[in-house]
């Protein structure tokens, strides 16, 4: 039997086991003893929307029509909470996007959770954390401890007609399993990690795409140990090790029995090549709490090799040791959040540039009295993020990449006005974020985004009348490698309510002045719209909206586009079975004479 067939298996075994030994048979029989007496409680609602479209000036950038269908239900049952939801439309003719977006469920009993359909789990930071699958998986916390494992799909295939700038699904279907189990206590908590991923073979890819040549079949393995130990009343120690075996081509020549070892094989558990790389990751950090600040002091080293396909992406060959400090003041009207330290790179001195540099971040919130907020704050941290940007406002779909965020600003001003009867609010807020896209698996410090936001934005209302609006005004400037766009937004919005709050009605106008690389453009965006609820259970929703491009010198630019849609809504709820009989009252007892 092949390894990869043998560690499926025993992780089926594992899983299997772990299930049968969690069961809690003795609350399930005393369930169907009574199971005349049981409920099944069944909630939810369905959805139904019909989407029209039309556009003039430019080819149409969607389906004239198209129908989406929504549904929730949630099931109960002897103590069994079996949420389910999905979503399905007609399949998108033109661009040939999926027919559905998501489809999941996440039934509970007691300290029992199956997964199932598209699902997220995290592990751990070294090993899963911040990726979604499709396919199956189970956790059990029996009391303090927590088995948690799943199997399933990370990606699809590349969709070659999306105009993304980023891969962020890879060029091939990416299969993965994994599981944690532990044992997490009051004052120790220890617990194991296991991640595995896998690229299937596909027929038809292209040998290479806008972004470079397609990346080889891969394969990922990684196992890690976190633990937690508190040390009296206040302290607590805590860390992670991680070790990771990641083949950047599985079709490569395997290593002979000779160049084998712990190391690259992964303790038996992977099947090494000439193109393996192997890697450690770990932190330590010590904890001090009291009720009014906390210390925290850490440090975190990742070699090159290390890599984790259950990540978004993660630095190489990178070391930093931090302090961070939170305070309260002033009665807890202000709360001062600090962290701070030194990175270094280039440890193993195989590159000629190497990086020393000082990292921050703080974060700030006050709130000095009911009608006045501010928060603010800073960081230089890396963060890998996924970003969106409409950088071809001919383009299907917005461009998806990832990206390493180097630093961000912001800062923020609330003053509330009005009384109680009539409130009202103003709001401003300030944005600077500088971030570097991800390609390949590699930070690209040529292809770096700058963005700067600041927005001020006034809110009113009548609640007794059913009136609230509100009106703004945004500026963005975007810069995107060679792609620059500035835009002055001012907003003006009402919602109003009508027939005792059954007919809920809105008005949103927004006028965009945008530049783009020397290009002036007007876009004026309309949307009228309204929900009527018809009974306690039904509701009837229908919405306008019309986008008007004009002022460029190009023809090409200049366009109109008309959207709309009726909606239909139902909601649900009920049990079936037997009824609680209602307590009755014993008759008096009669006087002794």
Not at 138 to 161: C, I, M, Q, V
Not at 386 to 411: M, Y
Request: aromatic content about 10%; some cysteine; charged content about 15%.
């Amino acid at each position: 039997m092949p390894n990869s067939s043998r560690h499926t298996l025993l992780f089926v075994l594992l899983l299997a086991s772990c299930v049968s030994a969690a069961q809690d048979v003795e609350a399930t029989v005393n369930r169907l003893k009574n199971l005349k007496e049981q409920q099944l409680s069944i909630t939810g609602g369905i959805n139904l929307t019909s989407q029209f479209y039309d556009a003039v000036g430019i080819a149409n950038r969607r389906d004239n029509f198209q129908w989406v269908a929504r549904a929730n239900l949630n099931f109960s049952f002897l103590g069994i909470n079996a949420p389910f939801s999905f979503v399905f439309s007609e399949a998108n003719q033109n661009f040939g996007l999926p027919s559905y977006s998501f489809v999941g469920i996440s039934p509970r009993y007691k300290w029992a959770t199956l997964h199932a359909g598209d699902r997220s789990m995290s592990f751990s930071r070294y090993t899963m954390g911040g990726i979604s699958f499709r396919g199956g998986g189970l956790t059990l916390e029996p009391g303090k401890f927590h088995f948690s494992g799943f199997y399933g799909k990370l990606n699809r295939a590349l969709a070659n007609d999306l105009n993304t700038l980023g891969d962020l699904n890879g060029f091939y279907q990416r299969n993965g399993y994994g599981f944690r189990m532990g044992y997490g206590g009051k004052s120790t908590a220890v617990y194991a990690n296991f991640f595995a991923a896998d690229d299937q073979e596909a027929d038809g890819l292209p040998p290479q795409t806008e972004l470079g040549p397609v990346l080889g079949l891969q394969n990922n393995k990684v196992i890690s140990i976190e633990g937690r130990q508190q040390l009296g009343k206040n302290i607590s120690l805590f860390g992670e090790l991680a070790h990771s075996a990641f083949n950047g081509n599985r079709s490569a020549a395997p290593l002979t029995d000779a160049d084998t070892n712990f190391g690259n094989s992964l303790l038996g558990l992977f099947s090494p090549t000439e193109e393996t790389q192997t890697g450690q990751a770990y932190q330590i950090g010590l904890a001090y709490n009291q009720q009014k600040y906390g210390l925290q002091a850490r440090y975190e080293r990742i070699t090159r090799g290390f890599r984790t396909l259950g990540a978004l992406f993660f630095n190489k060959d990178s070391e930093n040791i931090t302090l961070g400090l939170n305070r309260s003041f002033l009665e807890n009207k202000l709360t001062v959040f600090v962290n701070g330290g030194l990175e270094r790179t280039n440890l193993d001195s195989e590159e000629q540039e190497s990086t020393n540099r000082i990292i921050a971040s703080a974060n700030l919130n006050y709130r000095p009295t009911d009608k006045w907020m501010l928060s603010g704050g800073y960081s230089n941290f890396r963060n890998d993020t996924k970003l969106r940007a409409r950088t071809n406002l001919l383009a299907p779909v917005d461009s998806i990449f990832l990206a390493q965020v180097n630093q961000s600003a912001n800062v923020m001003v609330m003053r509330q006005l009005g009384n109680k009867d009539k409130p009202s609010s103003v709001r401003l807020m300030l944005m600077r974020q500088q971030a570097n896209n991800i390609i390949n698996d590699e930070v690209n410090a040529n292809a770096n985004s700058l963005v700067t936001i600041a927005s001020l934005a006034y809110t009113a209302g009548n609640p007794d009348a059913g009136l609230q609006w509100n009106t703004g005004l945004t500026y963005n400037r975007t810069n995107i490698g060679m792609i620059s766009n500035n835009a002055l937004s001012p907003t003006l919005g009402v919602n109003k309510n009508f027939f005792n709050n059954a007919l809920a009605t809105h008005l949103q106008s927004a006028l965009s002045l945008t530049e783009q690389n020397g290009d002036n453009n007007r876009v004026f965006n309309l949307s009228l719209g309204g929900t009527y609820r018809l009974a306690n259970s039904h509701r009837l929703g229908l919405r306008a909206n019309h986008i008007n491009r004009f002022g460029s010198e190009l023809a090409d630019r200049n366009f109109r586009e008309w959207y709309g849609s009726l909606t239909y809504g139902y909601s649900f709820g009920g049990a079936l079975g037997r009824k609680e009989k209602p307590a009755t009252e014993s008759p008096p007892t009669p006087e002794k004479k």
